[in-house]
């Protein structure tokens, strides 16, 4: 085949045609075989472009697609980009991607909007696919919003229900805000240099001064980041996003569509070795971020959200790491992150399954034994997201505090302090979620303790599968793989002796966790009860997200809808135009009125203006004979 | 000589006595200035030598048009606010108007028109000659001027006709 | 100056027209103006030898005679119905 990267793209949208057009005429055996088959089509196509791109000595391959707009010298292509970043970043899409998709054939089935599901899926992975394929920002950008798009027809999938349609809304709306600095970036980059291609982009910054200021570039694609990637302050819609069923979750809000901010700045990576203010100010927000959502996740009680404040709070730490320089370890943790994090929002779901749809953690409990394969599974991907070696998440967590604190670019032990500070938490919380859930007495309501089952085959499978992953994945060193591509940051000299310490510190972090976990919830979790009493109102604060969506709505929602109602209608529309065209019609009437006052039947008023206009034409004719 | 001083002396008479029909409050006295300015035209058109249209004056104008006037007014009760008031809320500027319009066609007339009598009697109008004139020469404005007085005599039939209706 | 005095009657009849409120009155000043033309066009078919303008002048009394006979009708018909001669009375076409 002579253009593989085109067909990646495009077999998930054909997956997307044929479910979305046939698939309820078809039944779901169909559309089964075609949403899962097509994306593992696309993975093993996949696969063979790494082998050919390693064959041929790492040079990028690039296929275009489609010419769309020549305008003189320059081009708008649809065209491809395969390097080492490219590889990684399709392989986890479309690898995890085929794992949700099975993983969702047991999840939804009997869903009456099974094809409609699939269609959805397969229409993301087509704009995921987009996205971290395209060349040029363009490309990636149409990716971006398609997987915006993908993103609110799966989060309010069950639209009847007005909750589930309006969190929909709010990821899409929060998306489009941040999209607004990512347009304002690439305008200026195209203003200066004439090409979105990001190659040719990133050359152009590395290369001498550019045309314009790298780091106002460089914080107008991040304030896209921001919003695609759930930092603060477009953080808002993650949470509620877990409207969605739980594979869209696992799939879109954790593996992949959330990673499109990190891939675009280590995409990007040229601009922002150039722009030492961008990459601090990534690195301080990721580090608010991380530090601020593992805050919130240490006392939610529904087991999905406490899923969505971790990934936001695993996302800050890979901007941390972007934001000091090491694009790789970013990536590197965006890799293990996408294992344990599927695993851990698929197990949830498998939980949530069992337990007959209740999400509160607060009625589980006891479910280790009952639910054997999903509590395995997800303890693994838990010890892997706290850090506990020598699971994945270990490698590439400790990497980022490595980096954090002693990169020549951004470290700083403020910064390490922080993050050090949310792995504590990471631990303490996700410990704090397997306890309640899978430990202890059961608190569960009698009907549902007689449904408890474990999942069907096609769900434990594909758990299985990311445990494993989540073990053994982080023996693979993407870091070392993207060398060529994306160079570590220099380490300051004075700081090299802490390196094995700050391993240690690592492991000791993530073991400090369970145990605090062990203390506060062992044995009938009192201790837990008492501090909660102990520091209300520091619990109201963080159950109520620091009161996040209420200040927005009070700042900005309601002075909008103040400024549409009184300035826009009533003023605007009503007052002004409304008023100017009742105004000219009553000024018509009114003339017509007074005007109506010379026929009042009275003939003397008749005959005087009859001489008045005698006179006058006699006077203007005889003027002008 | 004597010519030039009664034709003054009737045009005269005819301004006064409508300017009379102006003024004067009982409807009968303006139907009799009226008549008397009629008359007094006849007299000018004698002295100008147009008998014809001198007697077709009198007989016409006074004898028909007047007469039915007068009768009107002496079947109407014409003691009713009109009498009281004469002038409508118009006087003023009807009055300015007019004057108005007199002084422009006066002023336009000056310029144009020579003011040159010719010789009274002309044979043109006597009642032979201009029957002759008339009946060959506008013998379709004859036609339909006897068309209109049909209609008029249709008309008044018809006014007639609707009121007897409603009596019997 | 014939011409003067013809336009002097005509203007009299119209002001006549315009500021008195008796109906039958009106009528006989329209009756005036009808004489003041006449009264031109007899000067002018004097003074240019011309049978047209004597002609003009009989058919003139035709139409003022022919007027007469229906506007006097017209004028009872409205007295018996508001039974005042005021023309300010009848002003039902306003409007």
Same mark, same amino acid.
């Given at each position: ?8 793209v ?8 044929l ?14 075989? @075609? ?115 993908a ?8 639209f ?49 001064v ?23 302050p ?46 601090? #100010? ?8 991380a ?14 959200? @406490? ?7 695993q996302?800050? *730490? ?26 851990? *929002?698929?197990?949830?779901?498998? @939980? ?11 009625k ?10 999903? *509590? ?80 069907? #085959? ?10 494993i ?7 693979l ?25 700050l391993?240690?510190?690592?492991i ?58 009184? @300035?826009?209608?009533? *003023? ?9 065209l009742?105004?000219?019609?009553a ?17 003397? #008023? ?14 203007w ?5 | ?7 003054w002396? $009737? ?9 009379l ?6 409807? +009968? ?39 039915? +006037? ?12 009109? $009498? ?23 002023h ?61 | ?95």
């Amino acid at each position: 085949m002579s253009q593989p990267l085109t067909a990646i793209v495009l077999l998930p949208l054909a997956g997307f045609l044929l479910n979305g057009l046939l698939g309820n005429r078809l039944g779901p055996r169909f559309v089964s075989t @075609v949403g899962c088959g097509l994306p593992i089509a696309a993975f093993a196509v996949a696969v063979k472009c790494l082998l050919d791109l390693q064959a041929a000595g790492a040079t990028p391959r690039i296929d275009l697609a489609y010419s769309w707009l020549v305008t003189g010298d320059n081009a708008f292509e649809i065209a491809f980009y395969f390097d080492r970043l490219a590889a990684v970043m399709v392989l986890i899409v479309t690898g995890v991607g085929s794992l949700i998709h099975l993983y969702s054939t047991g999840y939804m089935k009997g869903d009456k909007s099974y094809a409609r599901y699939f269609a959805y899926l397969n229409l993301f992975l087509f704009f995921m696919l987009l996205l971290v394929l395209g060349r040029s920002l363009l490309v990636l950008f149409v990716g971006w919003e398609g997987v915006g798009l993908a993103s609110y027809l799966l989060i309010g999938f069950w639209f009847e229900d007005p909750d589930k349609a309006r969190a929909g809304k709010k990821a899409f709306i929060t998306n489009r805000i941040g999209d607004a600095g990512f347009l304002l970036g690439m305008f200026v980059i195209y203003q200066a240099l004439g090409t979105l291609d990001m190659d040719r982009v990133n050359a152009a910054f590395g290369s001498g001064v550019p045309a314009v200021s790298a780091s106002l570039v460089g914080i107008l694609l991040f304030i896209g980041a921001t919003g695609k990637s759930a930092q603060i302050p477009l953080h808002v819609w993650l949470p509620d996003a877990m409207a969605g069923p739980t594979p869209v979750s696992a799939l879109i809000h954790a593996a992949t569509m959330v990673t499109a901010g990190v891939y675009l700045v280590a995409r990007m990576s040229g601009i922002y070795v150039n722009a030492p203010e961008a990459s601090a #100010l990534i690195a301080a927000i990721g580090a608010a971020t991380a530090f601020f959502a593992a805050t919130i996740a240490v006392v939610q009680t529904d087991i999905k959200k @406490v899923l969505a404040y971790s990934t936001i709070s695993q996302l800050g *730490f890979m901007f941390v790491a972007a934001g000091v320089g090491a694009y790789s370890v970013a990536i590197f943790h965006l890799y293990t992150h996408a294992f344990f994090k599927a695993c851990l *929002f698929l197990g949830a779901g498998s @939980v949530i399954h069992a337990m007959s749809g209740e999400q509160d953690i607060r009625k589980m409990g006891g479910l280790a034994r009952k639910i054997p394969v999903t *509590f395995a599974t997800f303890t693994i991907a838990t010890a892997a997201i706290a850090g506990i070696p020598p699971l994945a998440g270990f490698f590439s967590k400790d990497e980022i505090l490595w980096f954090a604190f002693a990169s020549s670019r951004g470290g700083s032990g403020l910064l390490y302090g922080t993050i050090a500070t949310t792995a504590l938490l990471t631990s303490f919380y996700m410990f704090r979620l397997v306890w309640l859930t899978f430990f202890g007495r059961s608190r569960l309501t009698p009907e549902v303790e007689h449904h408890v089952h474990e999942s069907p #085959l096609s769900m434990t499978s594909v758990l299985v599968v990311l445990a494993i992953l989540s073990a053994i994945g982080g023996f693979l060193s993407i870091p070392h793989f993207l060398e060529s591509l994306l160079p570590l940051p220099e380490i300051v000299p004075a700081l090299e002796r802490y390196e094995t310490p700050l391993v240690v510190a690592s492991i000791v972090l993530a073991f400090a966790g369970l145990g605090a976990t062990a203390y506060m919830y062992g044995g009938g979790a009192e201790r837990a009860e008492r501090a909660r009493l102990r520091f209300a109102t520091l619990h109201r604060i963080l159950s109520g997200k620091y009161y996040v969506d209420e200040a927005y709505d009070a700042l900005i929602g309601r002075p909008l809808v103040w400024i549409s109602e009184r @300035v826009f209608l009533a *003023f605007g529309d009503r007052t002004l135009f409304d008023g100017t065209l009742h105004g000219l019609a009553a000024l018509g009437r009114r003339t017509a009125a007074g005007l109506a006052r010379v026929q009042n039947g009275n003939l003397h #008023l008749y005959a005087l203006l009859a001489l008045f206009g005698i006179i006058v034409s006699i006077a203007w004719g005889w003027r002008h004979v | 000589m004597i010519e030039t001083v009664l034709l003054w002396l $009737f045009a005269g008479t005819a301004l006064a006595a409508a300017a009379l029909m102006l003024v004067l409050r009982h409807p +009968m006295r303006v139907a009799l200035a009226l008549s008397a300015t009629m008359l007094s035209l006849a007299g000018v058109y004698a002295l100008l030598g147009v008998h014809v249209i001198a007697i077709f004056q009198v007989l016409i104008y006074v004898g028909a048009v007047m007469v039915f +006037m007068v009768y009107a007014i002496m079947l109407l009760d014409v003691r009713d606010y009109s $009498f009281a008031r004469r002038f409508s809320w118009l006087l003023l500027p009807g009055t300015l108007a007019a004057i108005a319009f007199v002084l422009i066609l006066a002023h336009a007339f000056w310029q144009g028109v020579p003011d040159q009598p010719t010789a009274a009697g002309s044979v043109l109008f006597g009642i032979q000659e201009f029957s002759i004139e008339f009946l060959n020469e506008y013998w379709l404005h004859f036609e339909l001027v006897s068309v209109l007085l049909v209609a008029a005599v249709v008309a008044a039939l018809a006014v007639l006709e609707v009121g007897r209706r409603r009596r019997g | 100056m014939l011409i003067v005095v013809s336009v002097a009657l005509f203007a009299l009849g119209l002001l006549g027209v315009i500021a008195r409120r008796n109906v039958l009155v009106m009528l006989m000043c329209m009756e005036l103006m009808l004489n003041g033309v006449n009264l031109s066009l007899v000067t002018f078919a004097q003074q240019t030898a011309s049978a047209a303008g004597a002609v003009l002048v009989f058919l003139v009394f035709v139409v003022a005679t022919a007027e007469i006979a229906i506007a006097i009708p017209i004028v009872l018909l409205l007295v018996r119905r508001k039974a005042v001669l005021d023309l300010d009375a009848y002003t039902d076409l306003k409007g």
